[in-house]
């Protein structure tokens, strides 16, 4: 069972991770939805599309951008379609 911990509070555990890149992609419901909060951040990947970001609250914390998401990845990137990732901090394994 891979889990996403920040802020000692679980955000996200699934057996069912696809790790791209050395990223763990855990599915959407896998992912404790109510510490997620929306952002207008995006960026560009040339082969998996444009990112999208979700903020993290957790423990009375915000961990701004840590979660990104392809909600339209690529072609070559269609298995993380529906799957968030994490950084900034986030402790995944």
């Excluded at 952002?39 to 009375?60: E, F, M, N």
Aim: overall charge neutral; glycine content about 8%.
């Amino acid at each position: 069972m891979v889990k996403a911990v920040w802020n000692d509070v679980v955000i996200a555990e699934s057996d069912a991770t696809v790790v791209v890149e050395g990223n763990h992609y855990f599915p959407a419901e896998s992912v404790d939805a109510a510490l997620l909060t929306p952002s207008s951040t995006t960026s560009q990947c040339p082969w998996k599309g444009t990112a999208h970001y979700h903020s993290l609250v957790a423990g009375g914390k915000e961990n701004k951008d840590a979660a990104w998401y392809y909600p339209e990845p690529k072609s070559a990137a269609a298995q993380i379609k529906g799957r968030i990732a994490f950084w900034k901090g986030v402790k995944v394994g």
